[in-house]
């Protein structure tokens, strides 16, 4: 799976945005998607994942109810709309997918979990 991440920018304190992630290759569909970010000088973190079939959802605590991932899986895509966006959301985000189909019962949440790694595109939040 090779995977492409895209819009991220630069947006004040309290504003939105919404990131894609398009995936190529393998069959996106049957893969679990999830959300990273990493902050200058700080470690990768979570930040959310959902199931093959967009019923499962899950997030961190720092962004819950303000970050939603979802999924296109006619266009490969996953998404994650960001909201009330804070200046430590300010980060590179990346796209990821584990390395085997979702099981149907676990959405992984740790970084060695995951395989298949986008660029990353990167989200300036200013206050």
């Known amino acids: 799976v090779q995977l492409q991440a895209s819009g991220g920018g630069l947006v004040q304190a309290g504003g939105s945005l919404r990131l894609s992630c398009v995936a190529f290759g393998r069959t996106f569909r049957n893969y679990v998607m999830g959300w990273f970010r990493q902050a200058p000088g700080k470690e990768r973190e979570f930040v959310a994942a959902?199931?093959?079939?967009?019923?499962?959802?899950y997030y961190a605590g720092s962004v819950e109810g303000r970050f939603t991932i979802s999924r296109d899986n006619a266009e490969n895509t996953v998404y994650l709309q960001m909201s009330s966006l804070k200046p430590e959301d300010t980060a590179v985000y990346y796209c990821?997918?584990?390395?085997?189909?979702?099981?149907?019962?676990?959405?992984?949440?740790?970084?060695?979990?995951?395989?298949?790694w986008g660029q990353g595109t990167l989200v300036t939040v200013s206050s």
């Open positions: 990821a997918a584990p390395p085997s189909y979702d099981s149907g019962t676990y959405l992984p949440k740790l970084r060695p979990e995951y395989y298949y």
């Open positions: 959902i199931s093959w079939s967009g019923g499962r959802t």
